[in-house]
């Protein structure tokens, strides 16, 4: 099995990385390099003159068409937004062109989310305006087109069509292993390869400035262009490096040597880097061959001499779903040493692209740190710098760094629970921080005041009630904000404190400069160490009230002896480590997000030894499988336990008794290969946990619990008994407990009605 030192390097650093204060200072939001003199000079690629060196990734498209592919107002003004706000260069999210090749794409009743760029005259107009409005604002725009999803496809066109998905060979569905993808034909290789030349010459004539060619993270292009998963035997496309070669040679063919092609690629899947003997696994251990550095750099120098102007690149595929989709856990600038390697690479082997220039490289992840992605530049790792989230979280990144204005950036969280969670749950990709994200065609950019300017209290300075009341004072409103703590934030204070939660420390110092300037700018205060009570609200003669007190920590107290046991919140626990500073063993109940976090937390930062009990069978359920996927690949490497299907019945001397599920169908709890299906998806082929349930004891000298907040609707219906004759809202937690995408959304959207 092949592996390559570096990636083995940066797999394993990834998992601790945050101990490294240094690396950690890294994504903090300074303006220390200010004035950004690299990241905002032009850069020539193939003939076209980019004004900076800022690339908005990839983000969006998915069911922002209508259902029959065309481009619908909200792209158009979703990606104008990011255009206006100062980026260089767009790119577009996935847009097959293989309707009828690759059946995972297209749905019942030749529906699609995606936006189509074939079939049809009638799709083009879009894309015309989109291209348009881009350059009014003096940014480019690509268009990204892809071969289609091959094995990680929707596998459910096999139930709906009665067609099995494609892939570069036979090989496993992502979704659900059980189903074999079919190997294309090489007819079908040259019908794609035609469709994306096609898709080229109509890009050149819609006005759009290039075409971006997704040829990463285990699509379809990377399939037929990887070993590890194009396994074919005979034809000419069991040549691996033939048919992106062949692509770009086709698209050279229907344009001209001046269109510039950008190419997204991995310089390596690291999987046997990553799962290292656990490659054995059945859904696995057919991508054991998959391209070494060297492989990819070579493969990279022959698309140089077929036609490509600019690459990206980065790790990882869908089995490893982290790496190309790198979570808030991750370090910033977490593939710059990717992006170095191929840069030096092209200037030893003086690679030039057909049009006698350098050919520039882009580094992705976790960049959107001003200071840091500036540095990356002055320090010649790379050529520009490509952000995705941080550009969902603010559309105004570039013109707000440009101008010198970084901590009024709002940070990216690291979350995806907006961004990529929303799209897999069947939305559309948004943002949780950013409620106007993918909504611009609806909400201005400066909300509409209000006719009837009145005076409101909002209760609780949680995210939700932060958005509301700053919102609601924008709008012309008197607002008092009330928090019964000596800090805004709620429980974002105590989910700051580890490590890998770095992004969310960001934030809060971001959510603490919006308070100090709406305190400065509208009729806002900020009341503090404050307890308001519905008596002295009717009181204070307010015509609105919006509770939004959060939620309330689930106990275990009805178990029984919990009053013997000694036990912690898991919030109480982050807030304050000395809690458990006698313990070695603990024991945390809980799978969730908070239950993971901290087990992690007290592992890695406080050398704890810790086991994880869960009762259903996924550990994070409904959590981004990046995010989970990360965690649980390296509490797998840390040695901690994870016990799911497992109840805990009683609290004993010394620990916990639980009763377990050992039937064989219990899922292994570290697998991240494979995702958990949402749960509207039926999967008939999946195996039925049985019971076989034994109880067992579980030694540890103290009990963390992590059962989840729930809503806490307490104090919205005593304000709402009270004051009767008033508006009364419950929002963010305390009406539904669970994400800041819900809560600074029902914060936003609330505040622009009152």
């Not at 998992?15 to 200010?34: A, H, I, P, Q, R």
């Not at 496309?237 to 344009?255: C, H, L, P």
């Amino acid at each position: 099995m092949k592996t390559d030192k570096k990636i083995q390097e940066l797999t394993s650093f990834y998992g601790d990385w945050f101990l490294n204060k240094e690396k950690l200072d890294e994504g903090k939001m300074t303006s220390n390099l200010y004035p950004y003199t690299e990241m905002f000079s032009p850069i020539q690629v193939n003939r076209l003159t980019i004004k900076n060196r800022l690339v908005m990734a990839p983000m969006g498209n998915i069911s922002m068409c209508d259902e029959t592919g065309k481009v619908s107002e909200k792209m158009i003004t979703y990606f104008t937004e990011r255009a206006k706000g100062g980026v260089g260069l767009i790119t577009t999210g996935l847009v097959p062109v293989t309707h009828g090749i690759d059946n995972s794409i297209t749905e019942l009743g030749e529906l699609s989310y995606f936006p189509r760029f074939d079939r049809s005259r009638t799709v083009y107009a879009g894309w015309r305006d989109l291209a348009a409005n881009c350059h009014s604002y003096g940014s480019r725009l690509f268009i990204q087109i892809t071969a289609g999803l091959g094995r990680v496809g929707n596998p459910q066109c096999l139930v709906n069509q009665f067609k099995l998905p494609v892939s570069a060979s036979w090989n496993k569905n992502w979704y659900m292993p059980e189903v074999p993808c079919m190997q294309l034909s090489d007819h079908k290789c040259k019908k794609i390869i035609a469709n994306i030349g096609q898709a080229a010459a109509d890009a050149k004539a819609m006005n759009i400035d290039g075409i971006y060619l997704h040829g990463h993270e285990g699509y379809l292009i990377e399939q037929m262009t990887n070993p590890a998963f194009n396994r074919r035997k005979m034809g000419k496309y069991a040549d691996w490096q033939a048919f992106g070669i062949d692509m770009i040679k086709k698209i050279r063919e229907r344009t001209d040597p001046s269109f510039p092609i950008m190419y997204r690629i991995d310089l390596s899947l690291a999987l046997n880097e990553t799962y290292g003997d656990r490659m054995d696994a059945p859904a696995l251990k057919n991508y054991k061959a998959g391209r070494t550095i060297a492989m990819t750099l070579d493969y990279m120098k022959n698309l140089v001499k077929a036609g490509v102007d600019l690459f990206d690149v980065d790790l990882g595929c869908y089995d490893n779903w982290w790496l190309p989709h790198p979570p808030g856990s991750m370090p910033p600038g977490c593939f710059l040493d990717i992006a170095k390697i191929v840069k030096d690479y092209f200037e030893e082997e003086k690679i030039l692209s057909n049009a006698g220039v350098p050919v520039p490289v882009v580094a992705v992840g976790k960049l959107g740190y001003p200071d840091l992605a500036e540095k990356a530049l002055r320090e010649k790792k790379c050529d520009m710098v490509m952000l995705g989230r941080p550009l969902l979280a603010d559309a105004e990144w570039p013109n707000k760094a440009r101008t010198g204005r970084v901590n009024e950036i709002r940070p990216c969280i690291g979350c995806q629970e907006a961004c990529l969670n929303e799209f897999v749950e069947a939305g559309h990709p948004q943002c949780a921080v950013n409620p106007r994200t993918a909504f611009e065609e609806i909400y201005p950019e400066v909300p509409v005041p209000a006719e009837k300017p009145c005076k409101i209290a909002v209760i609780g300075a949680g995210p939700a009630g932060i958005m509301c009341a700053v919102t609601a004072a924008r709008r012309g409103h008197e607002v008092d904000l009330f928090e019964k703590d000596s800090r805004i934030g709620g429980r974002l204070n105590s989910g700051s404190v580890p490590g890998i939660k770095f992004d969310i420390a960001n934030y809060l110092e971001y959510l603490n400069g919006v308070i100090e300037r709406a305190e400065k700018d509208y009729k806002f205060k900020l009341h503090l160490n404050s307890e308001a009570s519905p008596e002295s609200i009717k009181a204070a003669g307010y015509d609105k009230i919006v509770v939004a007190v959060g939620t309330k920590d689930f106990s275990f107290d009805k178990i029984p002896g919990f009053a013997n046991a000694k036990t912690a919140q898991a919030v109480a626990v982050l807030e304050n480590p000395d809690l458990v500073k006698d313990a070695k063993d603990i024991i945390v109940i809980g799978g969730g997000v908070v239950g993971c976090e901290t087990a992690y937390f007290l592992n890695k930062e406080h050398g704890k030894n810790v086991t994880v009990v869960e009762m259903t069978p996924y550990f994070m359920n409904h959590t981004c499988t990046a995010n989970r996927g990360y965690l649980l690949k390296y509490m797998y490497d840390s040695k901690i336990n994870l016990l799911n299907c497992t109840k805990l019945v009683e609290f004993v001397d010394g620990g916990v008794k639980v009763s377990r599920n050992h039937h064989k169908n219990v899922p292994d709890p570290y697998l991240t290969w494979t995702p958990i299906l949402p749960e509207n998806i039926l999967n008939p082929l999946a195996k039925k946990i049985g019971e076989n349930f034994k109880d067992e004891i579980i030694k540890g000298d103290m009990v963390i619990m992590a059962g989840g907040g729930r809503a806490d609707e307490a104090a919205f219906l005593k304000y709402q008994e009270v004051c009767l004759d008033k508006e009364v809202y419950n929002i963010g937690d305390s009406f539904k407990g669970g994400k800041v995408f819900e809560a600074t959304k029902s914060g936003y959207m609330l505040a622009l009605s009152l």
